[in-house]
């Protein structure tokens, strides 16, 4: 049996039951946010590159050549503008420009995974964010006694949510790649209809970008968390003996600071960027 197992049932192993879960969720977290989506998952990635990308890029070739069709015809139909150069121009930039992302596509994403992946390795470094008992005294007991079920349910909702949360942006990047050629094909069709592709930028990016912003949340946090504020120890020797609760009130609140800052990482970065 392992020896942490042996110790939760000792004086001071009662507390190490969040302490356990969480931090094997923040591991798990920091695995998971190193990696891009070509090693998170190389079968679901060798079947969105290699079977539905091509299969919604001969979609989308389709739907360029008709967008750029009714960009056309929209131009030349336009009777409230005159026709110029610059219209057939800039209609034909965009339709080169929408040609080039769906030929080269899956290379420009690939290279923005790594970026993402190497910021992120380093924002995190070897530190986690973990939590603490300071003190196994009669005040952490009874802090433990009055909220020791929520503190343990607490750790393994708040962990399993972050790692929730860093999954699902993995899947999201797989869906939002194989049907990239499909929106970036809307860019040929001129004003209007680009939207759909200046959509589809704004939501990829923010899914790329996002494990950069979860990196930052968990490694601020983290320090906050751990400054001196929140670990002060009572000097006096009565109330000394109750300063372990504090280690087991702010733990708690860390666990759930993070968490709501994990969840909202997405649209910090929207707000900030204008990705909405």
């Known amino acids: 049996m392992p020896e942490w197992v042996n110790g939760m049932f000792s004086m001071g192993g009662m507390f190490q039951g969040p302490g356990v879960i969480w931090n094997t969720c923040m591991m798990l977290v920091r695995l ?62 965009k339709t080169l420009i929408a040609n080039l992302l769906m030929r080269y596509g899956l290379s420009i994403m690939g290279d923005l995974f790594r970026i993402a992946a190497g910021g992120t390795t380093f924002i995190m470094g070897d530190t986690l964010p973990s939590i603490w008992t300071s003190d196994v005294d009669v005040g952490a007991v009874l802090a433990y006694l009055v909220v020791g079920i929520i503190y343990l349910i607490g750790s393994a909702v708040c962990g399993i949510m972050i790692v929730v949360e860093v999954l699902s942006r993995y899947l999201n990047l797989y869906i939002l790649i194989a049907v990239s050629p499909i929106a970036l094909s809307t860019w040929a069709g001129g004003r ?15 899914n790329v970008f996002q494990i950069v912003a979860i990196a930052l949340v968990l490694r601020i946090g983290g320090m906050i968390g751990q400054t001196t504020m929140f670990q002060t120890e009572l000097d006096d020797t009565i109330a000394g003996m109750f300063s372990g609760s504090m280690s087991v009130l702010f733990s708690m609140m860390n666990m759930f600071f993070m968490t709501s800052a994990v969840k909202g990482a997405d649209g910090l970065i929207k707000r900030a960027f204008n990705l909405r």
Request: glycine residues 6%.
């Open 32 to 93: 998971l946010m190193g990696t891009t989506p070509e090693t998170f998952a190389p079968e679901a990635w060798a079947y969105v590159s290699g079977t539905l990308y091509p299969w919604f890029l001969t979609i989308g070739t389709i739907l360029l050549n008709i967008f750029c069709l009714i960009g056309f015809i929209r131009q030349a139909a336009n009777l409230k503008e005159n026709i110029t150069m610059e219209m057939w121009i800039e209609l034909f930039i």
């Open 192 to 206: 209007g209809f680009e939207d759909t592709a200046y959509a589809w930028i704004k939501s990829f990016l923010t």
